[in-house]
């Protein structure tokens, strides 16, 4: 059993900026891919941005170039950087250990509670 705790979320003005983090820990053998969703108010979730083991990136059509995910230094702990956040931008974002293959993201069953961001005056 993987468990996932998301942190960095929080009030945010238009324009400005937040880096969430998400630190894996439990049984952890190898982790193939790395996703991070969000959810708004009254949506579906949604996946935005996922990076494999090996370092590659994908992002959501409505968050390239606003958006950066990257590994960090510490083991099974990864960022997403927000960038000139707009309101529409309002969501948990939550992150999930799954598996990259033929181009696609396939989601683990594994959910932290997600971190709230919140993009308002």
């Known amino acids: 059993q993987v468990q996932l705790v998301e942190s960095g979320g929080g009030l945010v003005q238009p324009g400005g900026s937040l880096r969430l983090s998400c630190a894996a820990s439990?049984?952890?053998?190898?982790?193939?891919?790395v996703g991070w969703y969000r959810q708004a108010p009254g949506k579906e979730r949604e996946l935005v941005a996922t990076?494999?083991?090996?370092?590659?990136?994908n992002y959501g059509d409505s968050v390239k170039c606003r958006f950066t995910i990257c590994r960090d230094n510490a083991k099974y702990t990864w960022s997403l950087k927000l960038n000139s956040l707009k309101p529409e931008h309002t969501a948990v974002y939550y992150c999930?250990?799954?598996?990259?293959?033929?181009?696609?993201?396939?989601?683990?069953?594994?959910w932290g509670k997600g971190t709230l961001v919140t993009v308002s005056l």
């Open positions: 999930n250990v799954g598996t990259f293959f033929g181009g696609n993201y396939y989601n683990g069953n594994n």
């Open positions: 439990g049984s952890i053998r190898s982790i193939n891919a």
């Open positions: 990076i494999t083991s090996g370092g590659s990136t």
